[in-house]
T-cell receptor, first 118, second 113 residues
Framework: GAVVSQHPSWVICKSGTSVKIECRSL??????MFWYRQFPKQSLMLMAT?????????EQGVEKDKFLINHASLTLSTLTVTSAHPEDSSFYIC??????????????FGPGTRLTVL | SQKIEQNSEALNIQEGKTATLTCNYT??????LQWYRQDPGRGPVFLLL?????KEKRKERLKVTFDTTLKQSLFHITASQPADSATYLC????????????FGQGTELSVKP
């Protein structure tokens, strides 16, 4: 159980185009989903926290108009990279926190999406 | 400034030995601390969580300690195996602040047969 999927697993796009990445919790409902970015040999950097039915909370320095997050249901969150540029090329990873975990912050991570912007 | 640091970028040990990884942080007050394993090109996989009022937590060959005075966590893998080779990440857990996790940069462990 507790599987999180991401789609696509990799994407190559031209500069200036928009890319949508989906994050799904397959066998549980998630009150909260998180989006991270990871550059080679670096740690995961939290970009935003997404709660179902409400606006995402972005970390300092992350442009909310560039990285659009939609959390339409308890099993799906999407990240859209708008007008992508080569510097947006990175590994994007989502995580999901199951409903009803109370004070225990167990999160399940997706396999990641490799974005390459040419 | 706030900082979270893990020891040396890479750690090489012989099979059967104990690997010890360090996670130090400054100017944070996490409620919990978590450790994850990450293989190349994959998402992190949860290993252990330790609470601020716990000194030590064990799971099979894994042991984690958490010293909130020193602001340090140690992660041990005993009887290491080549299959343990991966990058290990510590994460400061702010579950009472929306569930945010702040990750260290990771330590790449290589276990040689």
């Amino acid at each position: 159980g507790a599987v999180v999927s991401q789609h696509p697993s990799w994407v190559i796009c031209k500069s200036g185009t928009s890319v949508k990445i989906e994050c799904r919790s397959l066998d549980f409902q998630a009150t909260t989903m998180f989006w991270y970015r990871q550059f080679p040999k670096q740690s995961l950097m939290l970009m935003a926290t997404s709660n179902e039915g409400s606006k995402a909370t972005y970390e300092q320095g992350v442009e909310k108009d560039k990285f659009l997050i939609n959390h339409a249901s308890l099993t799906l969150s999407t990240l859209t990279v708008t007008s992508a540029h080569p510097e947006d090329s990175s590994f994007y990873i989502c995580s999901a926190r199951p409903l009803g975990t109370g004070g225990f912050n167990e999160q399940f991570f997706g396999p990641g999406t490799r974005l390459t912007v040419l | 400034s706030q900082k979270i640091e893990q020891n040396s970028e890479a750690l090489n040990i012989q099979e059967g030995k104990t690997a010890t990884l360090t996670c130090n942080y400054t100017n944070y007050s996490p409620a919990y601390l978590q450790w994850y394993r990450q293989d190349p090109g994959r998402g992190p996989v949860f290993l252990l969580l330790i609470r601020e009022n716990e000194k030590e937590k064990r799971k099979e060959r894994l042991k984690v300690t958490f010293d909130t005075t020193l602001k340090q966590s140690l992660f041990h893998i005993t009887a290491s195996q080549p299959a343990d080779s991966a990058t290990y990440l510590c994460a400061l857990d702010f579950y009472n602040q929306g569930g945010k996790l702040i990750f260290g940069q990771g330590t790449e462990l290589s276990v040689k047969p």
